[in-house]
């Protein structure tokens, strides 16, 4: 069994971040009409921000970007395009909190109205925050340009908002090797950056969670907060509840998966509703539920080396490591130790 192939996400996605691809392409020498016309997208579309285009669409002219450009560092560039303004009702619901902490929740919660391919997950390990991202879709060949986009973009807004702060004593990990001609590291994220660590974390100082956003404004967050629930649900009602049940599993990154009643409840309808919703497209709710995580189990096996089998277990929400080892040999073949034997990319 595949572990992506009961993985949904919404599929569409403002047509004005092409745009800005385009035009930073165009600044490399390369015309924005060849791009456009190679992924498939109407140059038309770019014209209003509120058009929209498909992931796909986009991930073939990001695919197109790269391969015309041949700039390494394309990514980190883009990023460092997406301005918080970008974002529209997103970026205003954020800018206007109270606090850091606060602004960073609501990135998280909205987020997949702008990047349905992206999550976010915010903790804390000590005395530090930490951010770490996620990428959810298989395109693997745009992964760690995925990775630098947004990277870059939430160091670019944080030194907008905050000047250097929080880069002091703070570190970027990526779990992609130094790529080459990697000259933009240094220059967002200082020396602090640390390859191939098996996470793609922002880290920082706890307590600068507590800073107060300059531009807070509680009236302008609800407003904005509106205009975000809004799009999604123009979002989900163009989206199959599948694919919406799949997203809100992906979505947690603690090691917990949402059970029945809790997607039912997110999605404001009955445990029974959606059960019947999902059967009327020939989907399990138990069935999306496994296919995350295996892919989770796979991840933590070969990424997380000094985990035990019986750690990995509790994390995916086993009370008994044996079934943990059951349903592995179901999904693989081989027992979890085994397989991490054969696929293990070893300490970070």
Not at 29 to 48: M, N, Q, Y
Not at 52 to 78: W, Y
Request: hydrophobic share 40%.
């Amino acid at each position: 069994m595949n572990p992506t192939s009961n993985r949904g996400t919404l599929q569409v996605m403002r047509a004005h971040y092409a745009d800005i691809l385009c035009q930073l392409a165009a600044d490399k020498g390369v015309r924005p009409g060849d791009l456009l016309a190679a992924a498939g997208i109407r140059s038309s579309l770019l014209s209003h921000p509120e058009n929209l285009i498909t992931v796909d669409q986009f991930s073939a002219l990001c695919r197109e970007a790269l391969e015309r450009c041949g700039d390494n560092g394309l990514g980190l560039e883009f990023g460092l395009r997406l301005k918080f303004t970008t974002h529209g009702a997103m970026s205003q619901a954020a800018i206007s909190c109270d606090t850091l902490e606060q602004s960073l929740q609501v990135l998280m919660k909205y987020l997949h109205i702008r990047f349905s391919y992206v999550t976010l997950n915010l903790s804390t390990e000590g005395d530090e925050a930490v951010i770490t991202l996620d990428v959810l879709h298989d395109n693997h060949d745009l992964y760690r340009f995925n990775i630098e986009v947004f990277l870059a973009s939430l160091v670019d807004v944080s030194t907008l908002l905050f000047g250097s702060r929080l880069l002091e004593g703070g570190r970027c990990l990526v779990d992609y090797p130094r790529p080459e001609g990697a000259a933009l590291y240094p220059r967002l994220f200082g020396d602090a950056v640390r390859f191939s660590a098996g996470v793609n974390q922002l880290r920082f100082k706890k307590h600068f969670l507590d800073l107060p956003m300059l531009l807070a404004n509680p009236v302008a967050r609800r407003v904005a907060e509106a205009q975000c629930e809004e799009e999604m649900r123009q979002l989900q009602a163009s989206t199959s509840v599948t694919e919406q049940v799949a997203r809100l599993l992906e979505s947690v990154r603690d090691g917990r998966l949402l059970g029945l009643e809790d997607v039912a409840a997110q999605l404001h309808v009955s445990a029974r509703t959606l059960r019947r919703q999902l059967a009327a497209e020939g989907a399990r709710f138990q069935s999306l539920q496994e296919g995350v995580r295996h892919r989770r189990a796979l991840d933590l096996l070969r990424r997380n080396g000094q985990m035990s089998i019986d750690e990995i277990a509790e994390q995916l929400g086993y009370s008994d490591p044996s079934n943990f080892g059951r349903a592995f040999r179901k999904w693989e073949g081989i027992s979890p130790s085994a397989w991490r034997s054969l696929h293990s990319e070893g300490p970070a």
